[in-house]
């Protein structure tokens, strides 16, 4: 830096020397420039004799570099976060705020001819006709309240209609954010569409105007569907088949085999205009499983709509039998998994019955003609009628109807469930029962009209009409029970229920002890298993065999014994040894039992020990606890019919068994419900009839047999006496405003009723039932004990047997008002046609 000033006075001084120092400068400066120009040519010179990466090592080489590999990661994670947030909106947040609701329904067009091109979809008729409705229903719907969540509307089927005009078959199809889900029930869309139809009420017609278009107001159905209903019947679907019966009586072959593979599919029947259909079912081979994985339903219908069915088979099928539409339609819907099942029957086209007759009865009252149910023997459809006019010869006598196993009741606040009649201004309901009735008419000239008032499908009836006395219903030497039955007066108050009722065994004074008389012992001392005379003569003689009745034991040859309580007693009694077969019941394991002599003071008992009532099964649903239950055999539970009444919960694969288990959460075996067998003539309103068997779909470990163990069934003759011990067992509440179920299993020592000390405490109790407790109360079931055991122990330390399954009762222990339980020894023969 000192040398400027040089430069200048230099260069001021001499204009050549400062030329030539200006060009030794201008040389020093190049050649600087020149050393640094080189040193950067020798680094790349340098570079450039070095290996460069090519391909993928260059493309990462570049990438590692620091600013690059940022500007990567950030990109990188850019992008998974959008490919998740897309993910999450379609299949969760999308899924969660937007669901599609499916229904099918149906409506008559009145005014409007069917034509046979209407049951073809592809033909230019069923177009135009299906346009014009679906045009229709659309604009109904996007004028309401629902109009945004309104998608389409799909005519499926154009089908003749008995009353004239055109039955429209329909789906509709919702896209519905899950909180206005309650916005779309089925009332609710169905009331839309009943609403926007005006009706006169000059005419009274049910007949008005959807938007120009004649509707049957009283002809709208409208019913929630679930999405694979709607993907497996619409068009385009290969699991639709449509047959048809043209001429009336011709019977259409009905064959599906899925020997093959899987059936899963709809077979779609029609029948001419003006004609019913009859489908005759010959054989179904399917595994049993409450139609969850084999089964077949059929409807009234064309779609598979829940208010239009007529029966669900899910059993295996031997003797035929046969059904009736309401109208010339008819859906069957068939689910079979792989094996070989199959099922084989027919249709055919019926004409509409008319069931009216007039009847004269003969003066003989012995001499009698027959009334069926209308298209006897098949089962009655939903909808139908019959009227029937009776004269007998004279006022004096009236009219007595013998059914098969049918029974008439004045109608109370309920609606008829089995069947409506009017006789003489006088309303009744009719219900199924397991024994017959009689039902008199008390008049010269009656008229009497039947409905049918089923939802589905029910049992045809049967009766048997005759003159009777009006003043002298029943023989002089007869008793009149209160079924109706005349029954001869010397077996009433024999212990043998003649009357089916128990009335003819009620308001009995207890038998004379006649021990040492002439006259024979009273058949309620005869052979019960306790000495009630002194010298014995009572349990004498008791293997000989006598006449068979419900209160004489029937050996497996069909001989009966006087001994009541022959069954698994130790003893053989029959000549065939019948009595101690199948005795692998009602031991408890040899651990640690008590039965103390004190209870303690809350409903239910006390703590029960592991091992002592090794039939005990708590049954859950959904995860909790809901009922009991009883071990029968190795794959069969019994339970009360009230447990699987609603129809969620007659789903078995909401159910499982916990067998084996003293405290709640620790059983020995959890098992799965195969199906669910309710006994066909279960009163929900009377509780009459409760009882259900239960089929597990596997059976426990055979090394837990000292823990689970079946309970004896008592055949239809056992006798329980005042030395009997009998318990009530279960996980239920132990008083009715407790809120906490015990978590160990409960015992408590009740003592039986009879059953005229039972009908005291509630009146019209059946004969099906029993009442157990003690007068105070404080010993009793209570909820969530339903379905479980009532275990009786003979003296001497005999089996335990099944005499109980807990049902229902007034409250928890409440004095004088005992627990009713269903009897078991009614339900000996249907348990083992079951489970044999």
């Not at 017609?205 to 002809?219: E, K, R, T, Y």
């Amino acid at each position: 830096m000192s040398t400027q000033p040089e430069e200048s006075q230099q260069t001021s001084g001499d204009g050549d020397a400062a030329q030539r120092d200006v060009a030794c400068i201008e040389d020093v400066s190049v050649e600087v420039a020149t050393v640094d120009y080189t040193l950067r040519m020798l680094r790349r010179l340098y570079r450039k004799t070095r290996r460069k990466p090519k391909g993928l090592k260059r493309l990462q080489a570049y990438l590692l570099n620091i600013p690059h590999l940022a500007l990567v990661i950030t990109a990188v994670v850019f992008v998974v976060v959008v490919i998740m947030w897309s993910l999450l909106w379609v299949f969760i947040f999308r899924r969660e705020s937007n669901s599609g609701a499916y229904f099918a329904g149906m409506f008559r067009v009145a005014n409007v001819e069917f034509i046979p091109e209407y049951r073809q979809a592809e033909s230019h008729e069923f177009v135009s006709m299906a346009n014009k409705i679906q045009h229709v229903v659309s604009n109904v719907y996007r004028m309401s309240s629902v109009a945004k969540l309104y998608k389409q509307a799909v005519i499926s089927d154009l089908s003749n209609n008995n009353k004239g005009g055109v039955l429209v078959h329909f789906w509709m199809v919702f896209v519905v954010p899950r909180l206005k889900s309650p916005v779309m029930c089925e009332e609710c869309i169905g009331a839309i569409l009943r609403d926007s139809v005006h009706t006169s009420l000059k005419n009274r017609s049910s007949v008005g105007s959807l938007l120009g278009l004649p509707v049957d107001i009283d002809s709208i159905l409208i019913n929630a569907v679930q999405r694979s209903d709607y993907t497996s019947n619409t068009a385009g679907s290969q699991c639709v088949d449509k047959m048809h019966a043209n001429l009336p009586g011709a019977r259409v072959p009905l064959n599906i085999f899925s020997s093959w593979g899987g059936v899963n599919c709809h077979v779609k029947l029609t029948a001419s205009p003006g004609s019913l259909i009859r489908l005759t079912v010959a054989s179904f081979l399917i595994e049993p499983s409450d139609c969850v994985n084999d089964g077949l339903t059929v409807y009234d219908a064309l779609l598979p709509m829940r208010g239009r069915i007529l029966l669900r088979l899910c059993e295996p099928v031997s003797a035929p039998f046969s059904m009736v539409s309401t109208s010339s339609v008819m859906l069957l819907f068939f689910r079979m998994t792989n094996g070989n099942k199959s099922f084989k029957g027919h249709f055919e086209a019926v004409a509409e019955e008319i069931c009216m007759s007039q009847i004269e009865t003969q003066l003989d009252p012995d001499v009698s003609g027959k009334l069926y149910s209308p298209f006897y023997p098949s089962l009655l459809p939903p909808q139908c009628s019959c009227n029937w006019r009776f004269e007998t010869p004279n006022s004096a006598l009236g009219v007595a109807l013998r059914f098969h196993n049918y029974v008439l009741k004045p109608k109370d606040m309920k609606g008829c469930v089995h069947g409506w009649w009017k006789v003489n201004e006088n309303i009744f309901c009719g219900s199924y029962v397991g024994h017959p009735t009689v039902f008199r008419i008390a008049e010269h000239s009656s008229e009497v009209e039947f409905r049918c008032s089923s939802r589905h499908s029910s049992q045809p009836f049967r009766a048997s009409y005759s003159s009777y006395n009006i003043s002298q219903p029943c023989p002089e030497s007869h008793f009149l029970c209160n079924t109706g039955l005349c029954v001869e007066k010397s077996r009433r108050c024999d212990g043998l229920d003649d009357c089916h009722d128990e009335s003819d065994e009620v308001l009995c004074s207890r038998p004379t002890m006649n021990c040492g008389g002439s006259s024979p012992l009273h058949p309620l001392f005869v052979c019960n298993g306790e000495k009630d005379c002194t010298d014995g003569v009572d349990e004498l003689n008791c293997t000989r065999e006598t006449s068979c009745s419900a209160i004489r034991y029937q050996c497996r040859t069909g001989v009966c014994i006087l001994k009541k309580n022959a069954r698994c007693d130790g003893v053989d009694d029959c000549r065939d040894h019948s009595d101690e077969a199948d005795c692998a019941c009602g031991h408890p394991s040899s651990l640690k039992l008590g039965f103390p002599s004190a209870l303690g003071r809350v409903v239910g008992g006390v703590n029960s020990v592991e091992g002592e009532w090794p039939w005990q099964v708590s049954l859950h649903f959904a995860g909790s606890l809901y009922c009991g239950a009883s071990v029968l055999s190795s794959d069969w539970l019994v339970s009360a019919a009230h447990c699987f009444s609603k129809e969620r919960l007659s789903d078995p694969r909401f159910w499982r068994a916990h067998l084996g288990m003293l405290s709640q959460g620790s059983a020995k075996h959890v098992a799965e419900i195969q199906r669910i067998v309710v006994h066909e003539y279960y009163n929900a309103h009377t509780f009459d009839y409760d009882i259900a068997l239960l089929q597990l779909k596997k059976s426990w470990p055979a090394s837990l047999g000292p823990l689970i163990h079946p309970v004896c069934l008592p055949p239809s003759s056992h006798t329980v006496t005042h030395s009997h011990r009998c318990w009530v067992t279960g996980w239920g509440y132990r008083s009715e405003e407790d809120k906490v179920l015990p978590s160990v299993l409960q015992k408590a020592e009740v003592s039986i009723l009879s059953q005229s000390e039972c009908k005291k405490r509630y009146g019209p109790v059946s004969s099906r039932m029993l009442c157990a407790g003690v007068p105070s109360g404080e010993r009793d079931a209570c909820k969530g004990d339903s379905g479980g055991p009532l275990s009786c122990r003979a003296p001497g330390g005999g089996r335990w047997f099944l005499m109980g399954i807990v049902s229902w009762g007034f409250g928890c222990g409440r004095p004088n008002l005992p627990g009713v339980y269903t009897r078991v020894t009614k339900f000996t023969s249907w348990i083992y046609n079951h489970i044999s």
